[in-house]
């Protein structure tokens, strides 16, 4: 096996950057996703920096982070959680589509984009970062506040939404007809609801066959079925990431906690591979044209995320500061916007440089203000 | 006591209640293990003022630190009455000849005199075992006897055997070598 010296040192370096930049970010309770989008620019196409050896393994290590972040997300899934969200916040969900799919689509209209772009756009902006404002609450320390189960619960039915979103994009991104999108998307409504009956009648036997008390069996075989579900999804164009999602929903219980412990680690690792890609495959150059569209969107998009917010938060009784609260924490957008960047980018040129700079702009925004609005005020200790 | 349960998507659980002070208390528990501890401050009720976070380990810690003596102090009250009655506990140490076994093997009450009235399993009580009640690693005894007594079920439960003659004088049975086939710790 011959050792290439220059990847190793290549993408030592890249981690090494890249730690850096995240503890930076963590010290200001900031997200590191942000970051490593502007480590992927200046490594990438028309970068400062240019990485010929490890490029290659960026690339191909970055659809594998989306099958991670997927999975990992399907794993965090829980039917009671849905059903309990779907009850409480439907209107809100209603909501949050309307306000935050509407501005995506007049702008990629308004850009002059096709079907698609316009389609890719409405996602970009609807879908907020259930990963970066989990752990911005947490952070925060507001995962007690009453206005915090409004704010997951609207997280939940977004994430939820993704699965019958990303197959009718991905089959339409990859030149399919509408008829064959919906194809593709019945094929993947009707694999959630199997992966749902599965892992609600014969999740154990599931459980019990990717199952195993060593460690590294457990990782081996989630890896080996989560690969093989995605590859196969993406065959039928309905895209790997939702096969990876069925997965994650189809294992439970005692399985499934200890999946997301073995896979935690893995995933952070190529998730922020997957984030730095996405920086890389963009010229820097292309993002300043577009600037003054990513802002408008960005400013735009923000406020309608702070009205859906408040107007959860009022369906649970909270007070108008609450309601702020709720509003700003759901501003961020991260990584599904960027999943739909990659879905669409490489065929659509404009999506790709306004939407990475509006979810650049956005996912520093995000929890900046979600920070300052609503912070609790001084008090004087008792 | 009122605890009202608040379902946290994707974190975990809140649970709420008021206490006799006046103020609310919130427990976050998180899927992860992690236990959150806040209180609401009464001018907002909306907002969650953090008091401590804790690890699972940690949690675990403070939950004995509450739960498990009220167990012991309960039987305390109850051998202060009577002189000569003693309560204590006995752990089943990982590498006891009874992990997996019927309590009945230990032949405890018929050796010693003291009886197991309760075992402490993980945050469990069962009271009053009965013979047929497999022991766990790390389950906890709570014996009633002589001081004698707790001290012989001790070393039955580590040894699988009583110790030399007992010194109590009042224990019946021959010598346990015959029926329990525990070798010396070490197994």
């Known amino acids: 096996m011959q050792v290439s010296a220059t990847l190793l040192l290549e993408l030592g370096v890249i981690f090494a950057v890249l730690t850096a930049l995240g503890s930076a970010a963590r010290r200001f309770a900031l997200s590191p996703i942000p970051l490593y989008l502007v480590a992927g620019l200046a490594l990438g196409e028309g970068g400062i920096v240019p990485i010929p050896a490890a490029g290659e393994f960026v690339i191909s290590s970055a659809s594998i982070g989306v099958v991670l972040l997927l999975l990992t997300l399907g794993l965090e899934f829980s039917m009671s959680e849905f059903a309990s969200s779907l009850r409480r916040h439907l209107p809100s969900a209603w909501v949050d589509v309307v306000l935050n799919a509407g501005p995506g689509a007049i702008a990629g209209w308004l850009l002059g984009l096709d079907v698609v772009g316009v389609l890719a756009m409405a996602g970009i902006t609807y879908i907020s970062s259930s990963g970066v404002i989990a752990r911005l609450l947490n952070d925060l320390r507001r995962l007690g506040n009453r206005e915090t189960p409004a704010v997951l619960s609207i997280l939940v039915l977004e994430d939820f939404a993704m699965a019958a979103y990303l197959p009718l994009l991905a089959v339409l991104a990859a030149g399919g007809s509408w008829l064959r999108a919906f194809v593709g998307m019945s094929i993947a409504i009707a694999a959630l ?79 922020a591979i997957f984030f730095l890609a996405i920086g890389f495959t963009v010229d820097p150059r292309e ?35 609450g309601q ?40 520093i925004v995000g929890p900046v203000l979600t920070r300052f609005v609503g912070a609790p005020p001084r008090v004087p200790a008792r | 006591m009122d605890v009202k349960e608040v379902l946290l998507p994707g974190v975990g659980l809140r649970y709420e209640f008021e206490i006799r002070e006046g103020d609310r208390i919130g427990v976050i528990a998180q899927r992860m293990g992690d236990f959150e501890v806040v209180i609401y401050s009464r001018e907002d009720p909306d907002e969650a003022r953090p008091v401590f976070r804790l690890t699972e380990e940690e949690a675990e810690a403070l939950a004995q630190i509450l739960g498990a003596p009220r167990i012991a102090e309960r039987f305390a009250d109850l051998t202060r009455e009577v002189p000569g009655l003693n309560a204590g506990q006995v752990g089943i140490r990982p590498d006891s000849p009874f992990v997996d076994r019927p309590l009945g093997d230990t032949r405890a009450r018929t050796q010693t005199g003291a009886s197991i009235v309760a075992i402490v399993r993980d945050d469990e009580v069962l009271a009053s075992p009965g013979p047929a009640e497999l022991l766990r690693r790390g389950d906890v005894l709570v014996v009633i006897g002589t001081e004698e007594g707790i001290a012989g079920v001790e070393h039955i439960v580590d040894r699988g055997h009583l110790a030399g003659p007992p010194a109590g004088g009042h224990v019946a049975g021959p010598p346990a070598g015959g029926d329990v086939p525990g070798p010396p710790a070490g197994g």
Do not use: C, N
């Open chain 1, 193 to 271: 609801a199997v992966a749902f009956t599965a892992s609600y009648r014969w999740g154990h036997h599931v459980g019990r066959l990717v199952g195993h008390p060593d460690s590294e069996q457990l990782l081996l075989r989630i890896l080996g079925l989560t690969l093989i579900v995605a590859a196969l999804a993406e065959f039928v164009h309905a895209s790997a990431a939702v096969g990876a999602f069925l997965v994650g929903l189809t294992l439970t219980g005692d399985t499934a906690d200890r999946a997301r412990k073995v896979l935690g680690p893995l995933r952070d690792l190529f998730a």
């Open chain 1, 287 to 321: 993002l300043i044209p577009m600037l003054p569209a990513a802002l408008a969107l960005a400013v735009v998009t923000a406020v309608t995320k702070v009205a859906t917010g408040m107007y959860a938060a009022r369906r649970e009784g909270v007070a108008r500061r």
């Open chain 1, 324 to 363: 702020l609260r709720a509003g700003t924490a759901l501003i961020a957008r991260g990584e599904f916007s960027l999943v739909i960047i990659g879905l669409v980018g490489q065929t659509i040129d404009a999506v790709e440089s306004v939407a990475t700079t509006y979810v650049l702009i956005l996912a």
